[in-house]
């Protein structure tokens, strides 16, 4: 009886996956192999690989994701450490202060940035009134990474923080009493530890800025094409559902294949535990 | 395992059964009898005229907005409410026409019908050839929204200006398809409405060009007007109302539509299938096309009307502004959009998509 209640309870929840995720993805899928006539073609499939324009928006997209994935992991790692190594009482202020950006609309930070970052925008009125040279990466791929690395790198630093709070110093401790120095503690011991985060922190940023297309619209100014770009492109201006579930289709092939492999290398799957 | 799969099927039947629920909801959009609903863009009417029409007819109007003209198209064919008057753009109008949406209304004896331009009439023609379906209320063109200190009236007279302009870095495009290949079919000589593949091909090479000669600073829609009151370029392309609402706030900016030509837009009324109160609409689009009526909504608006007398009577500094009047003569070089078919538009966005993943 207990249990016909509780799974009741999660009847409302099952509606909304079945009705929002399980049938738009069915739908995608339908639309991916089907032609506009609604007969059976792996055309628009193929076509991720035979269009050049595909092809270029997809190695585009991986290249930039890989960029972006590289600066956070380098930007975030140290701060984690000083952090960690800080020994903060109340840490829980200290993630607090990395969520804060969070809340506000990330839409709204990146035409921020746009702003930000214009020809006669402030960065350059700055640099002018001091003498200095502009700064000119709007509208280049330059700008668009640093949208990404910026509305991206608390998911990498929050994994990886967590996973080095969970050191014990007492093991740090054990390991100088061995004699290790500090470089063999930082590889032998601290990474190791911290594999975990480094791992669910690259999935966390790696795949949203692969699939990004707000930020590139926004910082690219029609310059960035990513695959994310694509896809809306042939939605919302060509009305191309079939060639537009078909490249979606392909990018979740990628998405799920770059979460497995790194599944597969963090196999005691503590490292996603950050919310 | 089937007590499982049968738990996934329950659900989803809920979800049907509800959302058909909301299908069948009570008919509440009837109309009493001298109450029409209008539906039109945002801030396109203006809200006086609509009170003096109510005064002087009796009809009461139920007035909505909408943003965009695919939003219109959702709402109109969700059919929860019966509207009786729509205004929107010709290629939607087009759409629905070919759709069988639109009634057949006779226009062309109202008694304010004589008070319309016959220019806009005549490009009206290319896709209501009778005058049956639509009757214009705004237009506008696509032109060259321009810096006067760095760039001089006579280099935008012609759409090269686009592609051999001597700094870089300068130029502002649409971010959408047709508007973009218009400026490079004009130039080439074809028409905007071009539907040859080899043509097509023909206008994305210069497009490329353009982009390689890193003439382009960006492509952009609503940016537009915001980057060149700010001054990050010296050319965009883009549409006459949005250019009007930039030269207000930035003095140096001007308007020009080049010689070769360029689209036209018409946003134009339509009686449509749901329509309840004919008559009432009849009236109302009447009373849209009274001259006094026309100049109220021209004021609203800035828009360039087909009411001869708007023209006529609008300050000097409205005559002499292309954004705001384009003039007869230009009026005359302008083509229209027409709907692409299903082949023609995939052509085009394949088109796009390679010019701008270069």
Redesign the interface.
């Known amino acids: 009886m207990y249990k016909l209640r509780q ?1 009741f309870l999660a ?1 409302p929840y ?2 909304w996956i ?2 929002f995720i399980l049938l738009p993805l069915l739908m995608i899928v339908y639309y991916a192999f089907t032609g ?1 006539d609604g007969s059976f073609t792996l055309e628009y499939i193929a076509a991720a690989f035979t ?3 595909n092809r ?2 997809i190695a585009l997209s991986l290249e930039l994701g890989l960029i972006c994935t590289l600066i956070c992991l380098v930007l975030a790692y140290p701060v984690a450490m000083i952090l960690n190594g800080m020994h903060l009482k109340n840490q829980g202020f200290v993630v607090f202060l990395f969520m804060l950006p969070m809340w506000m609309n990330f839409m709204l930070r990146i035409l921020a940035w746009k702003l930000l970052l ?3 925008g402030v960065i350059n009125s700055v640099l002018a009134s001091l003498g200095l040279g502009r700064v ?1 990466i ?2 280049t791929p330059a700008a668009v990474v640093l949208g990404m690395v910026y509305d991206f790198l608390p998911f990498m630093l929050l994994p990886i923080y967590n996973a080095m709070t969970r050191i014990r110093t007492d093991w740090i401790e054990a390991a100088k009493d061995l004699g290790a120095g500090s470089v063999t503690i930082f590889f032998r011991i601290i990474v190791p530890l911290t594999a975990s985060g480094i791992i669910s922190g690259i999935v966390m940023v790696f795949v949203p800025s692969l699939t990004s297309f707000a930020i590139s619209q926004v910082l690219g ?3 960035v ?1 990513l695959i994310g ?2 896809i809306e ?2 939605f919302m ?4 559902w079939n060639a537009g579930s078909g490249l979606s289709f392909v990018l979740m092939i990628f998405v799920i294949a770059s979460m497995a492999v790194f599944g597969m290398i963090d196999r005691d799957g503590e490292g996603t535990a950050i919310w | 395992m089937i007590k499982k799969s049968f738990k996934c099927i329950a659900a989803t039947a809920f979800v049907l059964v509800s959302a058909a629920g909301c299908g069948s909801a009570p008919d509440s959009g009837k109309n009493p009898e001298n109450t029409i609903t209008v539906l039109n863009y945002g801030k396109y009417f203006d809200e006086e005229a609509l009170e003096q029409f109510e005064e002087e007819t009796g009809i009461t109007v139920r007035y909505e907005e909408y943003e965009s003209p695919e939003e219109m198209y959702t709402k109109y064919k969700a059919g929860s409410i019966d509207y009786d008057v729509i205004c929107s753009s010709e290629y939607m109008v087009q759409k629905l026409i070919e759709e069988g949406e639109v009634l057949e209304s006779d226009f062309v004896h109202m008694e304010n019908y004589k008070n319309l331009d016959e220019s806009i009439l005549n490009l009206c023609a290319s896709y209501d050839s009778d005058h049956v379906y639509s009757l214009p209320y705004f237009y506008g063109t696509l032109g060259l929204l321009y810096n006067t200190e760095e760039v001089d009236a006579a280099t935008v007279s012609s759409w090269d200006c686009l592609w051999n302009l001597p700094v870089k870095n300068e130029i502002i495009m649409e971010n959408s398809v047709r508007d973009t290949f218009t400026p490079a079919l004009v130039s080439l000589g074809y028409s905007i409405n071009e539907t040859d593949e080899e043509r097509l091909k023909e206008a994305v090479e210069i497009l490329t060009q353009q982009k390689k000669d890193d003439l382009v600073y960006a492509y952009y829609v609503d940016e537009t007007s915001d980057a060149m009151i700010g001054e990050e370029a010296v050319i965009a392309l883009c549409y006459s109302g949005e250019a009007a609402l930039a030269m207000e706030e930035n003095g140096k900016l001007a308007y020009a539509i080049p010689d070769e030509g360029s689209n036209l837009w018409i946003d134009s009324w339509f009686v449509p299938k749901t329509c309840q109160n004919r008559e009432a609409a009849m009236e109302f689009l009447n009373f849209t096309c009274r001259n006094d009526i026309a100049e109220k909504n021209f004021e609203y608006v800035l828009y360039s009307s087909p009411v001869r007398s708007v023209s006529e009577n609008m300050p000097e500094e409205y005559r002499n502004n292309p954004a705001i009047n384009p003039g007869s003569e230009v009026v005359k070089n302008c083509e229209i959009y027409t709907a692409l078919s299903d082949e023609v538009t995939a052509v085009y966005s394949r088109l796009w998509q390679e010019l701008l993943s270069y």
């Not at chain 1, 201006?237 to 191309?240: E, F, Y």
Request: no cysteine; glycine share 16%; net charge positive.
């Open positions: 799974q009847g099952l509606i079945v009705g506009s269009s050049e324009t270029r928006s214009s020809k006669n000119s709007i509208n100014g029609g310059h094409l770009n694509v492109q042939n201006q060509g009305a191309q």
